[in-house]
T-cell receptor, first 111, second 117 residues
């Protein structure tokens, strides 16, 4: 079963615009992670935000976390064609560091 | 590049056959997790190995089994293949220690795409 649900499922924007993706999750967490996946290949870890953090930045990425609403958002500023990919949120659960992924947002950035 | 490698990259099998997928973890990592990703879905956790022992399992039947070797590389074995086993299989390695469970970053390999006919 999926822990998180990303919204929207698909997003198409032009290069230079900002892209915002949202993630909702169900259970309490100690951190939330965002990953990128290009064309059905391996996942690349983008950023981890801990449950006691509200906002975190990494380059053009900005992640927010609202534990009271069990939601997170990923903002990509000044998007580039190379940002075209699927983006997943994931939360570790249990003692095995099992990552439970959301359903993903497919981002298409056009020139 | 994460330093995690998987083999083979693609594989075609028929129903009822058995398959073994391999993963070499990033140098220095002691934990390997396996995930199944069906087309259009997020990855689903299969199981995790920590220092050669299974350390958690997802909702997969016993015909999904695994091994971790002393060098921390790992195998995923699937017996009696079914059509629904067609998916991208991802492994992820990490460096875990007592008290850091869930905090460590997992580094994913490129995946093995399995097609069952």
């Amino acid at each position: 079963s999926q822990q998180g649900e990303e919204d929207p499922q698909a997003l198409s924007i032009q290069e230079g615009e900002n892209a915002t993706m949202n993630c909702s999750y169900k259970t309490s967490i100690n951190n939330l992670q965002w990953y990128r996946q290009n064309s059905g290949r391996g996942l690349v870890h983008l950023i981890l935000i801990r449950s006691n953090e509200r906002e975190k930045h990494s380059g053009r990425l900005r992640v927010t976390l609202d534990t009271s609403k069990k939601s997170s958002s990923l903002l990509i500023t000044a998007s580039r064609a190379a940002d075209t990919a699927s983006y997943f949120c994931a939360t570790p659960t249990g003692t095995a560091s099992k990552l439970t992924f959301g359903t993903g947002t497919r981002l298409q950035v056009t020139l | 590049e994460t330093g995690v490698t998987q083999s083979p990259t693609h594989l075609i099998k028929t129903r009822g056959q058995q398959v073994t997928l391999r993963c070499s973890s990033q140098s220095g990592h002691n934990t390997v997790s396996w995930y199944q990703q069906a087309l259009g879905q997020g990855p689903q956790f299969i199981f995790q190995y920590y220092r050669e022992e299974e350390n958690g399992r997802g909702n997969f039947p016993p015909r999904f089994s695994g091994l971790q070797f002393p060098n921390y590389s790992s195998e995923l074995n699937v017996n009696a293949l079914e059509l629904d086993d067609s998916a991208l299989y991802l492994c992820a390695s990490s460096l875990a220690s007592v008290g850091t469970s869930g905090q460590e970053t997992q580094y994913f390999g490129p995946g093995t795409r399995l097609l069952v006919l």
